[in-house]
């Protein structure tokens, strides 16, 4: 099975700093990784698709990178509605796999 | 708008069983592969189940297998997950969620708000 790792497990960052959080796939997955935003008591919202794919209606400063084993995934400017936790998804054959994620708070 | 609510939840003693329940609304049920994703409180989220459109196609997760079942009703618009022989590690945020693709697994771009299973003696 495909195991997939998050780093940092948490970070705080001021207002309008530039956030990276990263997700490794224990082998290659090609392109076949998403990323999610929960907010504290929320469900889960889908931010990115397929690496780097952006869904509808999400916010230019959120953008994913990579491909392979190592993603990346980058908010560019943080804002304080972006406090949240991260987790990367992949996807494949019948399987779906989550990264622990990667709580975000502000400094 | 795309709706999906989460039924079912309740307090249960370990080793008994539980049926959750999923109704979708604002778009075409039976378009989609649907999944249960878990959550414990204060933990990461944990994927359990996944079902093509059709019913076609079946998966689960390891921890869950033999004992958790995931069906569709795509004249009622409903996925349900039937949970048997109930363990203290099932306690968790129960969540319904759609898939971008019909047949194959993908991305979850909608999500209802959750159904709470504890399971306690």
């Known amino acids: ?107 | 708008e795309v709706q999906l609510v989460e039924s079912g939840g309740d307090l249960v003693q370990p080793g008994r069983s539980l049926r959750l329940s999923c109704a979708a609304s604002g778009f075409t049920f039976d378009d989609y592969a649907m999944h249960w994703v878990r959550q414990a409180p204060g933990k990461g989220l944990e994927w359990v189940a996944g079902i093509s459109w059709n019913s076609g196609s079946i998966a689960y997760a390891d921890s869950v297998k033999g004992r958790f079942t995931i069906s569709r009703d795509n004249v009622r618009n409903s996925l349900y997950l039937q949970m048997n022989s109930l363990r203290a590690e099932d306690m968790a945020f129960y969540y319904c969620t759609k898939d971008y693709y019909s047949e194959n697994f993908g991305w979850l771009d909608n999500w209802g708000q959750g159904t709470l299973v504890t399971v306690s003696s």
């Open chain 1, 1 to 107: 099975d495909i195991q997939m790792t998050q780093s940092p497990s948490s970070l705080s960052a001021s207002v309008g700093d530039r956030v990276t959080i990263t997700c490794q796939a224990s082998q290659d997955i090609a392109n076949y990784l998403n990323w999610y935003q929960q907010k504290q008591g929320k469900a889960p919202k889908l931010l990115i698709y397929d690496a780097f794919n952006s869904e509808t209606g999400v916010p230019s400063r959120f953008s994913g990178s990579g491909s392979g084993t190592d993603f990346t995934f980058t908010i560019s400017s943080l804002q304080p509605e972006d406090i949240a936790t991260y987790y990367c998804q992949h996807y494949d054959n019948l399987r779906v796999t989550f990264g622990p994620g990667t709580k975000v708070d502000l400094k």
